[in-house]
């Protein structure tokens, strides 16, 4: 299968850098073919601006979304967004893989999908009426890939759990995980999560590694996150709101879970 | 009152840009002074890397959390990054500004966060230990001032409510107003939001306007979201999870708020 890695960490021999090269490893080792985008070491460019599409008139309102449009159907995108919807295309699997900051992915890799996202690529993708909001939240371009987030945290799993204090991580993750990801069509599995990066030493990491690696294994074989597609019934359209059947008694980004 | 508008869009003619003028003017008519931080026309570098220090040596391994520290305590952060510091010093009250991209603020603004929030500065405050884990959440050396989000959406209203398929504007908006305002200290007021913009004409916009100003007007009388405090007991420590006493029955981000 193919695999493209989004990392997202400045530093080649942190811990992140670390997990990274033993995900390529581990991937090529079982016959998969990486690709990698090491955005730090692409110098990849964070801001989504005017200069994302090469055929721009100066003299003209600069709308994100519409402009975006414009370039993607005229392939008149920056080559580097380009490259990466190649990439995306190519890939039976995306891991984004990145350092929770501030409860978030790092700028740089929210950059990328700002732009790599384009209008008719990741949204605005098929018939947009009042009875059928797009293909999207398990249609759309990149249905039938699978996607798997690796991420370090400082704090302690304690800190993310159902009472912890930074608020549960599949929560904190949900923008993500369903927000990004689910919406041009991802089957989403459940996240790889290290907490307490701080304490490292050789024999938690090797403990770490096994772990990941069992789930890097598992990529194919794993259930995905059963989240609600848009378009199969459970929502109203066009208030996409849960239908009044549908888990009555359920509320918030939970609730989206089946 | 001293108000620092940081701002993130690329387009000064779009409703962002309205609102931002709008709420300038608001502000200054009532006696208010008002600084800008525009972004994308301050060319706002929104990559967090080695370059954030004039001193780092090249030959040792970057550590985003040491490196700020190292720079913060030592005088040595790369201006820009100084500045705004200064100008949160300055500030009674911020303001942030953005769209909704992809369920979080754009990659510019995550990078103002990211590269301004230096340990020392907005993290790693305080006593670390096993009893007092940081001046943090209500805690910090931003606590005493106010803070909101003006944010825009395309999606319509109920896309975002409590059933809605994007998850609750709340909980989306969650890991900023509690992970990255409330965390060094602000007091968070109720966010303003816009939404469905791209249907706008002008009675819908002064309709917007009016509601905006009212809340700007109202900006030191509005009562701010109930966070709860990390270090007042609500919480064990080091777990930093709410005590079985702390509303007991309730779990995920909703639980932290009184």
């Known amino acids: 299968m193919n695999i493209l890695l989004v990392h997202a960490h400045p530093e080649p021999q942190s811990l992140n850098g670390s997990l990274k090269d033993f995900s ?24 989504l601006d005017v200069d994302d599409s090469t055929d721009r008139r100066a003299d003209t309102r600069f709308d994100p979304s519409l402009d975006s449009r414009r370039a993607f159907e005229s392939g008149t995108q920056s080559q580097d967004i380009a490259r990466e919807q190649d990439k995306l295309r190519w890939a039976d699997a995306l891991i984004l893989q990145f350092p929770l900051w501030w409860f978030s992915m790092p700028a740089i890799l929210k950059g990328w999908v700002e732009r790599v996202y384009a209008y008719g690529f990741a949204y605005g993708v098929g018939e947009h009426s009042d009875s059928h909001w797009g293909d999207r939240y398990g249609e759309g371009t990149l249905a039938g890939k699978r996607a798997m987030l690796i991420v370090t945290a400082g704090g302690w799993e304690s800190h993310y759990g159902p009472r912890g204090i930074n608020g549960p991580i599949d929560d904190i993750l949900f923008p993500i995980q369903h927000g990004i990801l689910y919406y041009p069509g991802f089957d989403v599995l459940p996240p790889f ?25 598992d990529l194919w074989k794993t259930t995905p996150i059963p989240f609600r597609p848009q378009n199969a019934g459970a929502y109203d359209i066009p208030k996409l709101t849960l239908r009044p059947d ?3 008694d359920r509320s918030g980004f939970a609730a989206h879970i089946a």
């Not at 998969?32 to 692409?42: N, R, W």
């Open 246 to 248: 549908i888990a009555p």
């Open 24 to 47: 390529v490893k581990r991937l090529e080792k079982a016959g998969h073919v990486v690709q990698v985008s090491d955005l730090y070491a692409m110098h990849w460019k964070a801001t």
């Open 193 to 217: 999560v290290v907490y307490r990066t701080s304490r490292m030493d050789e024999a938690r990491f090797s403990g770490i590694c096994d772990a990941l690696g069992q789930r890097l294994d």
